[in-house]
């Protein structure tokens, strides 16, 4: 690698780490000062008062706001966000954070995966079998305009009453995650990804995508300029096409966790979207906070994934980071 790549390598990383630190600090910034003017129950609100579960809580801390938002910045790149005053009361915020975190970014990375994969095979297919492939993106379509609590709704309303029939039948025993949605396990993990991925317009918007890409990436201009630079169709292909459909990437992981609250709120599945649901309902500001932090962190990260496959492919956005 020469020094000007490396130095163009360099800009890049430095710009993208300055871009997110100030998109977490803003966002946690305006979280916090909304914490703050919460009505509450004074200086507990934000959990770091609260020595256990019905402890008693320390005086008043006098200092400013500027300086408790240095020290809950402090605490949280330490892993640290105070005590839950209502969803667990007394218990540090980052347990609960640990165990949800997990559940849903597994639950989302399957959901993604679903989705972009479908998409992918929707799109190829329109090349190869273009009548299925157009019923299939029918299909896709009508079942991807529902929203994802009424395909919820729709799954345990039909599932449910299957599962029992089949099984009082003798054609099967009772799965251990029936009825569902009793816990996220097997079978009912992969339908609740399945949901994720299909509802709210999420995989319909996908496949769009896909198909734009792949019917650009087949116009005769391509062909031309890969023939004329003696390049492989393939990698002219990739160059082209997934950039954009990284970018396109980064920019729905914002609207699939909007659909993970409501996914795990209807599932009732202890993820962060249930989590978030709880404390919001029970106005536990720090659990809440926490969680709206942790998802930002999520969407950046999405961003600056995005930005280096761009820059690894292309060199001209690495000299404009």
């Not at 249930?274 to 961003?303: C, K």
Request: charged share 15%; glycine share 14%; aromatic share 10%.
């Amino acid at each position: 690698m020469s020094r000007g790549v490396r130095w163009q390598w360099l800009g890049w990383a430095v710009g993208q780490a300055g871009a997110a630190a100030v998109v977490l600090l803003g966002t946690s910034l305006v979280l916090f000062l909304v914490v703050e003017a919460a009505p509450g129950r004074g200086p507990d609100r934000l959990g770091t008062v609260t020595a256990a579960a019905g402890g008693p809580v320390a005086p008043r801390d006098r200092a400013g706001w500027a300086v408790r938002y240095g020290r809950w910045v402090a605490g949280a790149v330490r892993g640290e966000f105070g005590s839950s005053t209502a969803v667990q009361r007394g218990r540090p915020v980052a347990e609960l954070l640990g165990s949800a975190a997990r559940r849903s970014l597994s639950l989302s990375a399957a959901a993604f995966g679903l989705a972009v994969f479908a998409a992918a095979v929707v799109a190829a297919g329109r090349r190869v079998l273009p009548g299925a492939a157009g019923v299939a993106a029918w299909g896709v379509h009508l079942a991807s305009a529902l929203p994802v609590f009424l395909l919820v709704y729709g799954a345990v309303v039909w599932l449910n009453p299957a599962v029992a029939r089949g099984a009082a039948s003798g054609w099967w025993d009772a799965p251990g995650w029936f009825p569902f949605p009793s816990r996220p396990e097997g079978a009912a993990w992969w339908l609740g990804a399945g949901l994720l991925a299909v509802g709210d317009g999420f995989l319909a918007d996908l496949c769009d995508r896909f198909s734009a890409q792949t019917d650009a990436v087949g116009a005769a201009g391509y062909r031309v300029g890969a023939r004329l630079l003696r390049l492989p169709r393939l990698a002219v292909a990739v160059r082209a096409t997934v950039p954009g459909v990284a970018d396109h990437l980064a920019g729905r992981v914002t609207f699939l966790l909007g659909s993970l609250v409501v996914l795990e709120s209807a599932l009732g599945w202890p993820g962060l979207g249930y989590l978030a649901w709880r404390a919001a309902a029970e106005r536990d500001l720090p659990v809440l906070l926490a969680v709206a932090v942790l998802l930002a962190v999520v969407v950046r990260t999405a961003a600056v994934a995005a930005g280096l496959v761009r820059a690894a492919l292309d060199p001209r956005y690495r000299g404009s980071g």
